[in-house]
């Protein structure tokens, strides 16, 4: 999943970047609120971590503005500001959850997932294809009783295929899931992923199969019943 944060003091984006892609989150990070609206108007994030004093505006300006044009992505607001009518102009502008600085990574990284496990989120279930079993809130593949281990990025291309079994993944989507703006790609990076993932579920008896669709993606099918 890719994360944006917006907050421009250099010492807490580097221990959000760290704890985030622990996590095993994509991540990109902006400093402005005109930086915050180019990427989110060019990159499909699943969730958004916000400060609120930006050098360029409020970011409670760019929350209802995202607001305004449709654009749904959970935000957790994380500011210095502590006092409750802070929070509640801030919960009313649009805001998800709220988070007052400083903060325990622990209760962050609870907080972003607990976003993506509301209704409509993209945690919470266990995903299933054949013998394949996913557990979105660990990031723990089985085939069958048996438990696979995955890199970040490997698991999260199985994640998407998962989510739409039966529908083809453009190649494109995931490239926009597992890298960053920072992030160097070359042409066959999501070729080679598939290609190790695919051995791996192999190994393990995985009775799905991962079909490339030849200048478009991938689709992940189940066996015929």
């Not at 805001?95 to 990574?105: A, E, I, M, R, S």
């Not at 990284?109 to 660990?138: C, H, M, Q, Y």
């Not at 069958?144 to 995955?150: E, F, K, N, P, Y």
């Not at 703006?181 to 799905?208: M, Q, W, Y």
Request: proline share 4%.
């Amino acid at each position: 999943m890719r994360l944006l944060v917006v907050e421009d003091e250099a010492r807490i984006t580097e221990i959000l970047e760290v704890a985030l892609r622990r996590a095993g989150f994509t991540v990109d990070v902006v400093t402005r609120c005109r930086e915050a609206r180019e990427a989110f108007a060019n990159a499909p994030y699943d969730a958004a971590i916000l400060d609120l004093g930006l050098p360029d505006g409020d970011g409670l300006e760019l929350l209802a503005h995202l607001r305004s044009q449709g654009n749904a992505v959970p935000i957790l607001i994380l500011t210095a500001r502590d006092a409750v009518d802070d929070r509640v102009r801030g919960l009313d502008r649009g805001g998800d959850d709220y988070l007052v600085k400083p903060f325990d990574v622990k209760e962050l990284l609870a907080r972003v997932k607990a976003l993506l496990r509301r209704p409509g989120g993209l945690l919470g279930s266990t995903l299933t294809a054949g013998n394949i079993s996913f557990d979105t809130v660990e990031c723990h593949v089985r085939v069958g009783t048996q438990s696979v281990a995955l890199p970040r990025r490997e698991a999260t291309i199985l994640e998407h295929l998962m989510r739409r079994l039966g529908r083809v993944v453009p190649k494109g989507l995931l490239l926009e899931k597992l890298y960053g703006f920072d992030d160097e790609v070359e042409s066959n990076t999501i070729p080679v992923h598939v290609h190790h993932l695919r051995r791996k579920l192999e190994e393990a008896g995985c009775d799905a199969a991962i079909h490339t669709v030849r200048g478009v993606g991938y689709l992940l099918t189940e066996p015929k019943t």
